[in-house]
Structures are given as C-alpha cells and as structure tokens.
Nanobody, 124 residues
Framework: QGHVVESGGGLVQAGGSLRLSCAAS????????MGWFRQAPGKEREFVARIWRSGGSIVYTDSVKGRFSISRDNAKNTAYLQMNSLKPEDTAVYYCAAREFGPASSRWDEYDYWGQGTQVTVSS
C-alpha cells in the first residue's frame, strides 16, 4: 500500500541530463500529490519539486528552476523529474514521495509514502 519506487539515477557530467521516474503500485495514484526531494551527504533533506494530482500547481525550489521539470502520467501511475543542465551541486540521493491527503507540499514530513531513493552524481 502506497508503495513508490524511483529509478533513473546515475553518473553524468556537468551540463548533462537525467530523467528520474517514480512508479507507484497504487491504482489510486491519481489521487496523490507527488513531490521530489533530495539529500546530499551531510545535509538535510531538501525539497526539489512538487505537483498536484491533475498535474497542475507545479512548484520548484529556486536552485532548479529553468533546469528541472516535474510531470506525471496518471495512466501509467508514474511521476517524472527531468533534470537538464545538471551541476555538481545537484549531486544527491533523490527521493520520490506521495501524499495521500492534502495538497502538494514542500515539507517532507507532510508526505505519506517514500521510495528508497536513487543516487544522482554529477561530475565536474
């Protein structure tokens, strides 16, 4: 119940691109607000992007605006994070999160279900 799994991480050079996917096992995926967070070594978990159930109300943290794009395909029970123009400071473990009740949020403690994380490493 409420199981989400991230994929798509890897090693990329600065300026490169990656697309992360977040697959949900729930048939009620379309009722979840989705968020992406990241955590670099020695740092706190950081909000990256969020999206509402219908695909609207998209919000990004300032450091990724214009470079990252969040989207979702409710027919495939999957959310995405397209990351372009990657920088070494984007290096982190990226987590997908689902919130069953309430709007999409920038607070990690307001999400109900989390994936195991996927490592993104950007070399300079």
């Amino acid at each position: 119940q409420g199981h989400v799994v991230e994929s798509g991480g890897g090693l990329v050079q600065a300026g490169g691109s990656l697309r992360l996917s977040c697959a949900a096992s729930e048939r009620t995926f379309s009722s979840y607000a989705m968020g992406w967070f990241r955590q670099a070594p020695g740092k706190e978990r950081e909000f990256v992007a969020r999206i509402w159930r219908s695909g609207g109300s998209i919000v990004y943290t300032d450091s990724v605006k214009g470079r990252f794009s969040i989207s979702r395909d409710n027919a495939k029970n999957t959310a995405y994070l397209q990351m372009n123009s990657l920088k070494p400071e984007d290096t982190a473990v990226y987590y997908c999160a689902a919130r069953e009740f309430g709007p999409a949020s920038s607070r990690w403690d307001e999400y109900d279900y989390w994936g195991q994380g996927t490592q993104v490493t950007v070399s300079s």
